[in-house]
């Protein structure tokens, strides 16, 4: 990984992503509006930048983990953002979760400048991203540049999938997203449920698991967050409601209906209203106890 890379956003996702490609001996280059993301990085080898200018500066790979698609708009095409002064060849590799329009919209003014443009966006939790083990859905039909990336990905995960062509990455994302966040919804429903009717916990786990209603967000993702009692992000209800409102807005423009996705975004519309917006998005099962009156239910610490 002898190229010089710059990594822009630095959050729960960015911040070990960038960590884990500095830790394999890359030379990168970081900046975040929120100087404090950065100071983790640079413990670690990052270079700290003051301005998007100074943070690309001779890079020929730019990384964006940013969290809507104005953010990823604004940092590329804005009047002194990458496009403005990045050299002809360079490539940024978008690993966001925005709108495929957006995507389309940002790929058609790199091709304009000459500047290569892969989607990748990322699966998996926050704690994959830490420990290296993330998925990624890559949209690249540009062998070369697929090329260059490629070891960057090796670095921050273990998984690579090619969707097919720019764009295809964030649209399996946006799809992908949408079932893991209304598996969350049911998952958080079912058990409050069976907490308000009496059922035990680990007894009910084990029912589920030997059965086609076993899931990862029950088996994964809240068991290793919400049922251990710690619903910190992770990733945020309101990112969750931007990723519903992304599949929705998809759909709409395809006129393909998603009656129950339309219901899952209502209910993190009203979670992140509150005290939720900002914990991590297996907190959907505290939210429906809260309403359903129960004490949600937590694992047994042994
Ligand atoms: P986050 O809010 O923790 O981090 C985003 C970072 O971007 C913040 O540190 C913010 O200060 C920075 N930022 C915003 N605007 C900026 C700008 N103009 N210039 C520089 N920095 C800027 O979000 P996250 O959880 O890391 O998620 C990032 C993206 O990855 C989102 O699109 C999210 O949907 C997606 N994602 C998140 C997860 C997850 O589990 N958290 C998993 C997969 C994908």
Same mark, same amino acid.
């Given at each position: 990984?002898?190229?010089?890379? /710059? *990594? ?8 070990? @992503?960038?960590?884990? $490609? &500095?830790?394999? #001996?890359?030379?990168? +280059? ?114 070369? /540049? *697929? ?8 670095? @921050?995960?273990?998984? $690579? &999938?090619?969707? #097919?062509?720019?764009? +295809? ?134």
């Amino acid at each position: 990984m002898g190229e010089k890379i /710059a *990594f822009i956003g630095l959050g729960a996702m960015g911040g070990p @992503m960038a960590q884990n $490609i &500095i830790k394999k #001996g890359s030379k990168v +280059s970081v900046f975040d509006i929120v100087t404090e993301k950065m100071d983790p990085v640079v413990k670690v080898g990052g270079t700290p930048g003051k301005t998007i200018k100074d943070t690309i500066e001779n890079a020929e790979i730019i990384v964006t983990m940013l969290p809507s698609t104005e953010n990823v708009k604004s940092v590329i095409t804005d009047k002194d953002g990458i496009l403005s002064m990045a050299k002809p060849n360079t490539i940024i590799l978008d690993m966001s979760t925005i709108a495929p329009t957006g995507t389309d919209e940002v790929y058609k003014m790199c091709q304009e400048k000459n500047v290569k443009f892969i989607d990748a966006p990322v699966g998996r939790l926050v704690s994959h991203a830490i420990s290296g083990d993330s998925l990624f859905m890559v949209g690249c039909d540009d062998e070369d /540049a *697929f090329k260059k990336v490629e070891p960057l990905l090796n670095a @921050m995960g273990t998984t $690579i &999938i090619r969707c #097919g062509k720019v764009g +295809s990455g964030i649209r399996a994302k946006v799809v992908n997203n949408f079932q893991i966040l209304s598996i969350a919804q049911i998952t958080a429903e079912a058990l409050t449920l069976a907490q308000k009717i009496g059922l035990d916990l680990e007894t009910f786990k084990e029912v589920n698991a030997g059965t086609t209603a076993n899931n990862g967000q029950f088996h994964i993702n809240f068991m290793s967050k919400v049922l251990q009692n710690d619903i910190e992000p992770g990733f945020t209800i309101d990112l969750a409601h931007k990723d519903m409102g992304l599949a929705i807005e998809t759909a709409n423009s395809f006129r393909v209906g998603l009656p129950v996705g339309s219901s899952v975004q209502a209910v993190y519309g009203q979670a992140r209203s509150g005290k939720f917006a900002k914990k991590d998005f297996s907190a959907l099962l505290d939210y429906a106890c809260e309403i359903a009156e129960v004490k949600p239910p937590r694992v047994k610490k042994d």
